[in-house]
């Protein structure tokens, strides 16, 4: 269907005084006592493209009924009324799909939680257009941060045999029937597809490391699947993970790479979607357009750990979970530090070993880890990384101490017998950075059909 994309119509002053044909869906229609007009949206602006009709063309506007689907045929003039915009005199309008009044998105009911119920349509209104627009150039950015810095893009498989952060949140991957027998765990497991246990991958990192091994530089892009059951407004069971991994590269170099990743996101965003930013500053958060700004003009904050507990401790503030050293923590003290104390991205780096994961590098001291989080106002936890342990014997000791087999990692660990180097990476979360930048508050309102415990539209 011949046709213009009305993002065009909008942003291209040559279209102006031009026959066009645009299609869209009805937003809103009215008439006065000559003329009819009628606002469409065909999902590539923010912004509504205004349509002109004289009378003598249409009899009645109210047949197009909010939500049907429309091709218009006409010229695009500079608006009268709106200043430094344009609509179309339409000389035909044709009905494409009509929409009955039973359509579920009519002007009254428009509650975040009520759209949840309607995922299949709920990117018909402004927010989650608005949304999924900024979703994808933050994609994009992404692929443009690492591709500008000779980072290779791999794809590592979804169904794994091991679990990389060994929390045991993997899902499982079986064809086994529902009233399948056998005697025992490894029975079933043998007589399994893969032959042996096998799940949906938790993070990309494992085989990340053996690409950044042999391609130096590397990152992966994809779905990750965790059986977590927490149900919070930024847990999702199924959400997209960005993992760089990098040789020869310590933690100081991964915080660098870090927070020249999150700018040039947020860099990108304020420039590609400055409408969609004005419009989330407007509704969802007051002052996202500054605090975006400050974002990137100004440097995160790093803290150890252990300053981390202490200002904690010293603030007076009583927390519902334990602040201690070894303790992990919770979202509610990375709201504090972020929010009442740093007022900034800051990077905590340093951790006990005893909480974090069995491939971090171990520091000196024998109890930390070079690892970080980057925790971000109003989210908490957008990045988690480390150095990784090269020392065969230590990743080995902490395997055992957090009860993993050591056969089902035989490539990893084998990774540090030919030529070992140090390295570094950490994982971004997709649609916790989304959260950041749009001010949504709800990780399920960033996900088209969003995957949490109990819930699978
Ligand atoms: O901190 P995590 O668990 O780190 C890893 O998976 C490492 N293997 C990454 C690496 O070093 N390559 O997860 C990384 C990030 C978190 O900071 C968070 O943004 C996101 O992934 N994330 C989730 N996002 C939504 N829902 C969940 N259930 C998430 N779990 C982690
Ligand atoms: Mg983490």
Redo the contacts with the bound molecule.
């Keep these: 269907m011949k046709h213009i994309d009305i993002v065009e119509l909008f942003n291209n002053k040559n279209y102006v005084n031009k026959k066009v044909t645009v299609c869209g869906w009805a937003r809103t229609t009215r008439d006065s006592k000559n003329m009819a007009f009628m606002e469409i949206n065909d999902g590539t602006s923010l912004k509504h493209l205004q349509i002109v009709m004289d009378k003598t063309i249409i009899d009645n506007i109210y047949q197009f009924k909010l939500g049907c689907s429309v091709k218009v045929d006409g010229t695009l003039v500079e608006s009268l009324v709106m200043k430094d915009s344009v609509e179309v005199n339409a000389e035909k309008i044709t009905l494409l799909g009509d929409c009955p009044p039973d359509y579920p998105l009519q002007k009254k009911r428009t509650t975040l939680e009520f759209l949840r119920g309607i995922p299949h349509l709920r990117l018909r209104t402004n927010t989650f257009n608005a949304v999924f627009r900024v979703r994808s150039v933050v994609s994009w950015a992404i692929h443009e941060f690492f591709q500008n810095r000779n980072f290779v893009y791999v794809h590592t498989p979804i169904i794994t045999a091991s679990d ?2 060994g929390a045991g949140e993997m899902f499982r991957v079986t064809t086994h029937d529902y009233d399948a027998k056998f005697d025992s765990e490894e029975e079933y497991y043998n007589n399994d597809f893969f032959g042996q246990k096998a799940g949906l991958s ?2 990309c ?1 494992l085989e ?1 490391e053996v690409a950044a091994m042999a391609m130096g530089k590397i990152y992966t892009f994809g779905p990750s699947f ?1 059986a ?1 059951h927490s149900n919070t407004p ?3 069971a199924e ?1 997209w ?1 960005i ?1 760089p991994e990098i040789a020869f590269a310590e933690l100081p170099d991964l915080l660098e790479i870090a927070e020249a990743l999150i700018k040039h996101i947020v860099n990108t965003v304020l420039t590609k979607c400055a409408s969609e930013i004005e419009f989330f500053d407007r509704f969802m958060e007051k002052g996202l357009i500054d605090k975006l700004k400050n974002v990137v003009n100004n440097e995160f904050g790093v803290i150890d750990y252990i300053k981390a507990i202490e200002l904690l401790q010293q603030s007076g503030q009583k927390f519902q979970f334990p602040v201690a050293w070894g303790k992990d923590i919770q979202t509610e003290h990375e709201k504090y530090l972020t929010e009442v104390i740093f007022k900034k991205p800051i990077f905590v780096i340093n951790y006990p070993k005893t909480i974090k994961s069995f491939y971090m590098k171990q520091n000196d001291d024998g109890k930390t880890v070079a690892a970080t989080d980057l925790l971000v106002p109003g989210v908490g ?6 150095e990784r342990e090269t020392d065969m014997d230590k990743l080995l000791q902490a395997m055992k101490e957090k009860n993993l087999n050591a056969c089902e990692y035989e490539h990893y660990l084998s990774l540090r017998k030919f030529g070992s180097v140090p390295h570094s ?5 997709l ?2 950075m989304i959260m950041y930048i749009t001010g949504m508050s709800n ?1 399920r309102d960033v996900i088209l059909f969003p995957r949490t415990v109990g819930d699978i539209k």
């Design positions: 990389c952060e938790v993070s990192q990340g965790r977590e930024r847990h999702a959400f993970h993992e936890e957008i990045i988690g990384g480390s990476g950490f994982g971004l979360g649609e916790r990780i």
